[in-house]
């Protein structure tokens, strides 16, 4: 089963100090940001390879990578069978349900299903959304 990681999901103590450095320091280029729900995520380009998504919302220090998985039922029967025990969450996120886990060590990881996954892009391009933040 092929998994493509697509997100860097990257904790922020000011995410509107972050984005600067991000783009201006390190050549990244900002794909959307929102303020919703409490919360203030961006996501910017750094050239191939998965988005980083600077978050407000996950502890500074912190980054929780994300692959895509094509069925989440199989991905969470696998790791239920392993010699690990491990307790999975499922949660939902803009792109679709995704499975949020820890390895032995104690780093999160995620496995994500992709149902939706142009939707913060297609929202970020909606002139009207009032939550996108340019």
């Known amino acids: 089963m092929t998994r493509a ?7 922020s103590a000011d995410v509107g100090r972050d984005v600067p450095f991000w783009c201006s320091a390190l050549g990244a280029e900002l794909v959307w ?7 203030d995520v961006a996501a910017v380009r750094t050239g191939d390879g998965p988005l980083v998504l600077l978050a407000d919302h996950r502890p500074p ?10 069925d989440l039922d199989e991905a969470a029967a696998t ?51 009032s939550r996108a933040i340019r």
């Open 61 to 70: 220090g912190t980054c929780l990578p994300i692959w895509t998985a094509a």
């Open 79 to 129: 790791l239920a069978a392993s010699e690990w025990e491990v307790t999975a969450t499922r949660v939902e996120v803009p792109d679709g349900p995704c499975l949020v886990f820890r390895d032995p060590s104690g780093n999160e990881l995620a496995l994500l299903r992709r149902d939706r996954p142009y939707a913060l892009v297609a929202s970020w391009d909606d002139p009207g959304n």
């Open 33 to 39: 940001r929102f303020q919703a729900f409490g919360a």
């Open 5 to 11: 990681l697509v997100y860097l999901y990257v904790g």
